[in-house]
DNA sequence: CAGTGGTCTAGACCACGAT
DNA sequence: TCGTGGTCTAGACCACTGA
């Protein structure tokens, strides 16, 4: 009989990963049941459990109850990486950071953004637009809505000092929201405020926050040529 | 006294949550300790790690064995998303995925190829490029470079038929990589093979994944302008 | 209905790391 | 050193869901 030595969740983890990429258990296939894997690996269930848990929440494995545990068919591996806070982004480049503030308003939103907060079009809004900069070059060019009934103090936000991106971490809490990444031309003001020949390729990050039922806030930052947004597998 | 009605982690988990959006509990506090919190919520220590460690797998709490739990000073919630799996994502819009091979050869890779999979430079490669289609249409065009030494089954895969992409996913198993997200113009053979004019901006994913301690593929995959890539916070 | 994963408990020992 | 989180256990009950 085999005695394993003294087994961790992640040595059982490490393991089922094994025969996982020795295929000796493909896509589809069922797997043992947790019963059956502790009394393999001489542990407790619940050991067991922790490791197929942390498997299936990193994509390897598909579990149901009573269904039982199979091999995930598609390997879709999930990436995920930290929002990018503009400030330690460029501070842990080696860069200095700097920050801007444009132009800060009460306006009517335009009816993209509406949508995207959920909001009732032509509605009130803060808008404020601002630049980030790296070594003192434009970097980022930020355009911001705030929902001022979501967030009250923003009125007394010294947004000319703090960035909105900053100064919302710390003062409005969010619990959920969605992010988008594309490409696009910059062109007019974009490329202006960012000092690039317009018709250069530029990265785009759309954020829509929300605190609840009540959006927060909706951004757009557009990156300056040559910005990769990079994380591990 | 307070006698909670029978309590989950997902319950702890969501009064934990509500403190710090009510701000009791600010960014940079210590809370309570795991046994504090078990005797507040009635319940036993493991019940409030099984929260406590879900609020910092999120990015909400900082934990470290002696110095206790605290809020995070900065609420870095981690987008997490799967890495687009091309004829799923085309279907997945309701059209019509398509895949044609353009060009397959050994060659040797060149110099940036070799250094993102870490191999010698000048060291011959599996060289396969490659269009995918939605509704007939270019929709992303793929670079890719193979290591025939992590996938020697490669020579016999029928690239004509399948896409490297899904031969890769079902023949060789990876254990890391790294993936990177950028902004580019599409020129050239490029902007040809997406048939745009050459000048649009097109998102680029440019991705290495490794079996151990072996590099197996570096592919770069350039987006038809318009593709926005989504996830949820 | 019954099998399988999901979760909880009460207690125990361990490992890291702040002081 | 020693407090705090990390993990394990043996057993129990529950919840979902396939058959």
């Given at each position: ?8 969740w ?31 690996f001489?542990?407790a ?10 498997l ?10 009573k269904?039982?545990?199979?091999v ?6 999930k ?16 860069q ?29 809004l ?12 434009p ?7 705030i ?20 100064w ?13 990444f ?19 390729a530029v ?10 039922e ?12 040559g ?7």
């Amino acid at each position: 009989m085999n005695a394993p030595a003294r087994q961790g969740w992640t040595d059982i983890r490490a393991e089922v990963l094994r025969r996982l990429h020795s295929r000796a258990w493909k896509p589809g296939d069922a797997i043992p049941t947790e019963a059956e894997l502790a009394t393999e690996f001489g542990c407790a269930r619940a050991t067991v459990n922790r490791a197929l848990r942390a498997l299936a929440e990193e994509g390897w494995l598909d579990r149901r109850r009573k269904a039982g545990t199979r091999v995930a068919v598609r390997p879709v591996r999930k990436a995920s990486f930290s929002i990018p806070v503009l400030r330690e982004d460029i501070e842990g480049r080696g860069q200095s950071y700097g920050y801007s503030l444009l132009r800060r308003e009460t306006a009517r939103a335009p009816g993209a953004v509406c949508g995207r907060m959920g909001l009732a079009r032509g509605v009130r809004l803060i808008h404020v637009t601002s630049v980030h900069l790296a070594d003192g070059a434009p970097q980022v060019f930020e355009d911001r809505w705030i929902n001022p009934v979501a967030v009250p103090e923003v009125s007394k936000a010294p947004l000319d000092r703090v960035s909105a991106n900053e100064w919302l971490l710390e003062h409005a809490p969010y619990t959920h929201g969605d992010i988008g990444f594309s490409a696009e031309l910059a062109v007019g003001k974009t490329a202006e405020v960012l000092n690039v020949t317009p018709g250069a390729a530029v990265f785009v990050i759309e954020r829509t926050t929300w605190n609840g039922e009540r959006s927060v806030t909706a951004v757009r930052q557009v990156f300056a040529p040559g910005y990769r947004l990079h994380t591990v597998l």
